[in-house]
């Protein structure tokens, strides 16, 4: 399950997936950086950056983003946000308002992501098998 961390004014989404976890679906199974309706419609998507904090996107109204910086001072995917926090309204209402959407998306297409690292390690295994060294 994702984190929210709250630091000044900068709020922390991290993934429970590591970055290193997530490049390897990006390669190998990128099916997995999309969450789908029962319609096959995307909802959901997970990028990774190559430069900057990462970010959160709302296609329209059509589904949401979530971008994770291309690295992090923990194992794990973060995005950094440091929004405006309108006076009067606490951090965490703000918070649970603005991102639980997102936080609520990234936490269903992350529950997929062990299956999808073993269908990632069979897949290899198999590669690796294949190969023959003359």
């Known amino acids: 399950m994702a984190k929210i961390k709250v630091a000044g004014k900068a709020i922390v989404i991290e993934s429970a997936v590591s970055l290193k976890d997530w490049n390897a679906i990006k390669k190998y199974a990128p099916k997995y950086l999309d969450l789908l309706d029962e319609d096959k419609k ?61 936080i609520m998306l990234l936490n269903k297409l992350e529950a997929a992501i062990p299956a999808a690292l073993k269908e990632i390690e069979a897949d290899k295994k198999k590669i690796l098998e294949a190969i023959t060294i003359v």
């Open 42 to 102: 995307k909802v959901f998507s997970v990028l990774l950056g190559k430069s900057g904090n990462g970010g959160i996107s709302d296609f329209n109204g059509d589904g949401y983003g979530i971008q994770f910086a291309p690295d992090s001072t923990s194992e794990f995917a973060c995005v950094t946000l440091t929004p405006d926090v309108p006076e009067g309204v606490s951090v965490e209402d703000f918070v649970a308002d603005e991102y639980g959407k997102v």
